[in-house]
Every structure is written in structure tokens, then in C-alpha cells.
């Protein structure tokens, strides 16, 4: 006798529960999940409305901290329960009490919902747009009112910093490795380093130092909003030298002190990898322009 391996049934064979017979319990949210919306729940007892605190929530129910003066037990039924998520009022209805446990001093009670399910979607969509709302009012951490001359310097100065990379970059194309990057002494080397010295490392010193001036005759109250504008404009360039890197992220451990004192050390940049050379040059030929 063979025994079929693949019995195929249509749906009208199947067997099973049918109707409110089948058991559907949809996601649990906590309100944690579901930050920066703050969810309230209010019940009608024999005393009148309560606040109860949430602390979860899902399509056809929710879990609350329930006030141990009010007498509840399981099977009652709230005629009147509305639970909300900031100003939005996602359930009002009736609802009956599926659970009651306690957790240390507290009583936690579980409701069902009578009414009609809960948009969960709404919800969610809601704690996004609320979300972004919080994330662009701290989208321009950057903004200080007035600070003219210390935001047309940082401003310059990264315009500078452009225009020199365009420049830089194409240099390197044109000149061998050994003059750009090489250990020894050559004089287009020598004449190299000059050149980057006395023309956009004197001009980045001179620049950081009126940036440094304007930055210390501004309010305390400033000070951060400014760190923000400078960040954005000049911190990718200035992060292309090994000497700031390190500095900033400290990869061995140690402070950051310690690098840039001894890259202040070095007279020539010669030790200094790739082209990040120039950056460095110009962040340790300046006291002024370090310290920031």
C-alpha cells in the first residue's frame, strides 16, 4: 500500500476554528517603542475618570498601571475608555478586563478592546513625523545671530581650502613621487616645501588667527553654535591631516597633546604621509591656528 507524501486539499477541506474562533493576538507595542508620542489612557469607574499610565498597546487592547484604590477584577466591562497618543485618539469605546497581576506595589491590568481594532499604522506614522519634527529643530545647531565677521572668515577660509585641493590635486599629477612624498632631499623638494610655506601655509595661518580673534570676542553664550558653523564648513579639510586625525579619535590611546607637540617638533613635513602633508604643515606653524 502507498501512502500519498503530498496530500492536496483545496481550502474548502481544511479544518480549523472559523469566525471569532480564531486566536489573532496582533503586536505588542511598549510605550518606549512608540517615542516621542506619550500615551495616556483615561477609564470611566463608579468614582469617575482615571488617568492610567500605558504601558503597552496593541491593535486590540492595552496594558495599564491601574490605580489600586479602584476595585476591578477579570471579566469586568469599561463602558467608556479612550486611549490617546499626544492629541490623537486612537480608541473610545468600550472595553473589558482580560488581566489583572500585580508587579510589586503596582497593579497592572489588561483591557480588551469591544470596539472597532486599532490603527496601528496611524500611530507609527505619527511617531515619525513627530520624530522629524524634533530632529529638524535641532537641524541648525549652527545658528547664531549676528557673529558677521567670524562667519564670513570660516566661510573664506573654506573656499580657500577648496580652491587649494583643486590645485593641490592637479600638482600631484604632474610631479613624481619622490618630490611629493619621498624621505630624501631633492631641490624641487626643497623648493616645494617654500613654495607651500610661504604661500597657503602663511595664508591658512593668517586666516585661522582672525578666526581664532573673532571667536574669543564672541559671547559664551555663542560658543557652541559657532563650533557647530565652523564644523561644517572646514572639518572635512581639516581632517586630512594625520596630525588633527589623530588628535581627534586618539587611535592608541594616548592625548591628544602628545601628537600634536611632537608634529610641532618636525621642521619639515617630509614625515607626513600623502598629501595630507600641506594640512599639516599649516595646523602646526601656528599656535592660534592649533588651538581650535
Not at 58 to 82: F, H, K, L
Not at 174 to 193: F, I, K, Y
Amino acid at each position: 500500500m502507498t501512502v500519498s507524501l503530498h496530500r492536496i486539499r483545496t481550502y474548502e477541506d481544511l479544518d480549523g476554528a472559523q469566525g471569532r474562533e480564531v486566536y489573532f493576538r496582533p503586536h505588542r507595542y511598549r510605550v518606549g517603542d512608540l517615542a516621542p508620542l506619550k500615551a495616556v489612557a483615561s477609564v470611566r469607574a463608579a468614582s469617575g475618570d482615571v488617568l492610567c499610565q500605558v504601558l503597552d498597546v496593541s491593535q486590540n487592547g492595552v496594558a495599564m498601571e491601574w490605580p489600586v484604590e479602584v476595585p476591578v477584577s477579570v471579566g469586568d466591562r469599561i463602558p467608556s475608555v479612550s486611549v490617546k497618543f499626544d492629541e490623537y485618539e486612537a480608541y473610545a469605546g468600550e472595553a473589558r478586563i482580560s488581566s489583572v497581576r500585580e508587579a510589586g506595589s503596582a497593579l497592572i491590568v489588561g483591557l480588551q478592546f469591544e470596539g472597532p481594532l486599532v490603527s496601528m499604522d496611524d500611530v507609527l506614522e505619527l511617531r515619525t513625523i513627530k520624530a522629524f519634527a524634533e530632529e529638524t529643530a535641532q537641524a541648525a545647531a549652527w545658528h547664531a545671530p549676528g557673529l558677521d565677521r567670524f562667519k564670513v572668515l570660516v566661510s573664506e577660509l573654506r573656499l580657500y581650502l577648496e580652491d587649494w585641493k583643486v590645485m593641490l590635486d592637479a600638482l600631484e599629477g604632474r610631479l613624481p613621487w619622490h618630490v611629493l612624498h619621498g624621505d630624501t632631499e631633492s631641490p624641487a623638494r626643497a623648493a616645494l616645501v617654500v613654495q607651500l610655506r610661504s604661500g597657503f601655509v602663511a595664508e591658512v595661518v593668517k586666516r585661522s588667527e582672525e578666526i581664532d580673534a573673532a571667536l574669543r570676542s564672541a559671547p559664551p553664550s555663542h560658543q557652541q553654535a559657532m563650533k557647530h558653523f565652523s564644523h561644517r564648513q572646514v572639518h572635512e579639510f581639516m581632517m586630512q591631516s594625520p596630525c588633527l586625525h589623530r588628535m581627534l579619535h586618539k587611535p592608541f590611546g594616548y592625548p591628544g597633546d602628545y601628537e600634536r607637540c611632537s608634529a610641532r617638533r618636525s621642521t619639515s613635513p617630509s614625515s607626513l604621509p600623502r598629501r595630507r602633508k600641506r594640512s599639516s604643515a599649516a595646523r602646526t606653524s601656528s599656535g592660534a591656528g592649533s588651538r581650535r
